[in-house]
């Protein structure tokens, strides 16, 4: 069983629609990151949570510690916000530097 | 400031061949982290390094390698070259006692051939 898993592995939306991608983890972490990916490979941290709710724009990130898992919310979905949306992890007192990554969110927006 | 750059942005290689891939970090930033990402296994921790030294080591044999310089650059080698060594390979930066937020480079991506 993978340490982060996500759910789910790809997804289509609408323009427009609320979009809810999850993450869950088996290990005791110190953050976890949002990141997202386009085509061409770039990676951009999008969010990094310890605890709590973090909200930029249109994305909204949640983490609840004791449930192990983290959601991330696009609302008023866009095609811009096409890409793969990655869940990573810092294994808490693991190796520093250390992230654990879900295999990823693959989301299209049609418009 | 500037962000993470990773050279070269592409490169083919041949099987058998070695390879070396830079990354220089953002500038204060003293910790590199390479990852590999392949459509099979996603991605993957290789190595990280602060203050010229690795501190931690991925799963990957021994012909993945690395160093890091005085000014923090990064660069990783590969020998060898498999097929299967075709990837995106990720460099990330951090400050010390913030290894949990990493800034990515754009990545380098090697086609084995």
């Known amino acids: 069983k993978n340490e982060v898993e996500q759910s789910p592995q790809n997804l289509t939306a609408q323009e427009g629609e609320f979009i809810t991608i999850n993450c869950s983890y088996s290990v005791g972490i110190s953050a976890l990151h949002w990141l997202q990916q386009h085509p061409g490979g770039g990676i951009v941290s999008l969010f990094m949570?310890?605890?709590g709710k973090k909200k930029h724009g249109r994305l909204i990130a949640t983490i609840n510690i004791q449930e192990k898992h983290s959601s991330l919310h696009i609302t008023a979905s866009h095609p811009r916000d096409s890409a793969v949306y990655i869940c990573a992890v810092l294994n808490y007192g693991g190796s520093q530097g250390n992230l654990i990554f879900g295999k990823g969110t693959k989301l299209s927006v049609k418009p | 400031k500037a962000g993470v750059t990773q050279t070269p942005r592409y490169l083919i290689k041949t099987r058998g061949q070695q390879v070396t891939l830079s990354c220089s970090p953002i500038?204060?930033?003293?910790?590199v982290s390479w990852y590999q990402q392949t459509p099979g296994q996603g991605l993957q921790f290789l190595f990280e390094y602060f203050s010229e030294t690795q501190r931690n080591k991925g799963n990957f044999p021994g012909r993945f390698s690395g160093r890091q310089f005085s000014n923090s650059r990064s660069e990783m080698n590969v020998s060898t070259l498999e097929l299967g060594d075709s990837a995106l390979y990720l460099c990330a930066s951090s400050l010390r006692g913030k290894e949990y937020e990493q800034y990515f480079g754009p990545g380098t991506r090697l086609t084995v051939t």
């Open positions: 949570l310890s605890s």
């Open positions: 500038s204060g930033h003293r910790s």
